[in-house]
């Protein structure tokens, strides 16, 4: 099976959705976090032919002074950024590969991020891990949950 027909089975994955929540909780507290806020900002397409793109930001971000942002204003925007894109595989009924083939964190280029997912009517849920956390390396379990919008 290719990795095109294998994206096919995943058809309900296919839309754009929008970032409701991100939940992330410490493996080894059980302490619960949000780490972009009650209101993050966030997209994830997944299209027919098995490809997809993430861009997830804190929902209370702070624009640059200036168009052009400080180091400091770049390294607080760069920290609550997660970005990138490459192909899906759909490889069981609630599980999904995104092969990363770019990334706002080059540690994740060119690797496999494992998710489980489920989608109910218009609302998908991810879960990440327990895996490193990209910020601070600790292992987490991540919950994000999206809105269809198309």
Do not use: C
């Not at 309900?12 to 939940?23: A, D, M």
């Not at 009924?93 to 706002?104: C, N, V």
């Amino acid at each position: 099976m290719t990795d095109r027909d294998a994206a096919r089975l995943g058809m309900p994955l296919v839309s754009t959705w929008r970032l409701e929540s991100h939940k992330q909780e410490d493996m080894e507290t059980g302490e619960i976090t949000y780490p972009r806020g009650p209101n993050p900002r966030g997209l994830v397409t997944y299209t027919d032919d098995g490809r997809f793109s993430i861009l997830n930001v804190p929902g209370e971000r702070e624009a640059p002074k200036g168009l052009a942002p400080t180091d400091a204003e770049a390294l607080a925007l760069f920290k609550g950024l997660t970005a990138y894109a490459g192909s899906y595989v759909v490889t069981g009924e609630d599980t999904l590969i995104h092969r990363t083939e770019i990334s706002w964190n080059e540690a994740w280029a060119n690797t496999d991020q494992p998710r489980r997912f489920k989608v109910d009517g218009d609302t998908l849920t991810l879960i990440a891990g327990p895996s490193n956390n990209p910020w601070d390396g600790r292992i987490v379990r991540a919950t994000l949950t999206w809105k269809r919008i198309t």
